[in-house]
């Protein structure tokens, strides 16, 4: 009788252990997986195009906390609101557009340009230096 319940103790254990290994793997693969969307689903896929166009609604509405996230992470502290304030006011004393055949793209680097057109109909172009990374375009520098 004795090493009947022996026997029967030792068959159920392994089970249990193994059930709950069971539970723990198919748990673990679950917060990969949701790490994973969450992960992939920060990442912005717009175009330098879009970036650009962004950039430059926020800086004519005078948005310098929305334009700064355009900004690699580099080229933030390089650029203050002063910096973005200057674009704005020549941004604003006339016409400033960005145009599809006004970006170069070589690779992982992208050029665009904004034109500014004054009042007094000169015209002024402004280079907007863009690289992608893993989280998607960003801009480098402004010229």
């Given at each position: 009788?004795?090493?009947?319940q022996e026997a029967a103790?030792?068959?159920t254990?392994p ?12 748990g ?11 992960f ?10 879009e970036i ?7 800086v004519?509405?005078?948005?310098y ?5 355009s900004?690699?992470t ?10 973005l304030?200057?674009?704005?006011e ?5 016409v400033a557009?960005t145009?599809?055949n006004?970006?170069t793209?070589?690779?992982d680097?992208?050029?665009q ?5 004054g ?8 280079m907007?230096?863009l690289e ?7 801009i480098?520098?402004?010229?």
């Amino acid at each position: 009788m004795h090493q009947q319940q022996e026997a029967a103790t030792t068959e159920t254990y392994p089970k249990k252990k193994t059930l709950n290994i069971k539970f723990m793997v198919v748990g673990l693969i679950a917060v990969i997986v949701v790490l994973g969307i969450v992960f992939f689903g920060m990442r912005d896929t717009s175009g330098p195009l879009e970036i650009s166009q962004g950039f430059v609604m926020d800086v004519k509405k005078g948005d310098y906390s929305s334009a700064k996230k355009s900004f690699s992470t580099d080229a933030k502290s390089t650029y203050t609101d002063l910096d973005l304030k200057r674009l704005k006011e020549k941004f604003s004393s006339g016409v400033a557009y960005t145009a599809q055949n006004n970006l170069t793209m070589t690779g992982d680097n992208a050029v665009q340009i904004v034109e500014h057109t004054g009042i007094d109909g000169k015209t002024t172009r402004h280079m907007i230096y863009l690289e992608k990374d893993f989280w998607g375009w960003k801009i480098i520098s402004l010229n």
